[in-house]
């Protein structure tokens, strides 16, 4: 399972982003696609996740009601739309991905991180 990321940049505070992420491979699904994020000095976060079955998201409280992630299963998509952006949400976010690979007789699991994105929100 390869994670292609796109989006993030310099943005002033109260601004928007969106990030996107892209799961391709073969003989795979994915349970869980996240965002986690890491600001400098401090350990890596969950900002928000999703789940395959359901669309059930989870929010860290820091960023309820202001990001908003969506998924297309069809296309192992999704985007983190982030939004009222303060300096603190400066950081470098990471697709995460929780993925079933599946063999001739076998199933395995992965959990997959893109290469990171860096966001920077300037006050």
């Known amino acids: 399972v390869q994670l292609v990321e796109s989006g993030g940049g310099l943005v002033q505070a109260g601004g928007s982003l969106r990030l996107s992420c892209a799961a391709s491979?073969?003989?795979?699904?994915?349970?869980?696609m996240g965002w986690y994020r890491h600001a400098p000095g401090k350990q890596r976060e969950l900002a928000a996740s999703?789940?395959?079955?359901?669309?059930?998201?989870n929010y860290a409280e820091t960023v309820k009601g202001r990001f908003i992630l969506s998924r297309d299963n069809a296309k192992n998509t999704m985007w983190l739309q982030m939004n009222s952006l303060k300096p603190e949400d400066t950081a470098v976010y990471y697709c995460?991905?929780?993925?079933?690979?599946?063999?001739?007789?076998?199933?395995?699991?992965?959990?997959?991180w893109g290469q990171g994105t860096l966001v920077t929100v300037s006050s």
């Open positions: 491979g073969s003989a795979f699904s994915i349970d869980v």
């Open positions: 999703i789940t395959s079955i359901g669309g059930i998201t």
């Open positions: 995460n991905v929780e993925a079933r690979v599946y063999a001739s007789t076998t199933v395995g699991f992965r959990e997959v």
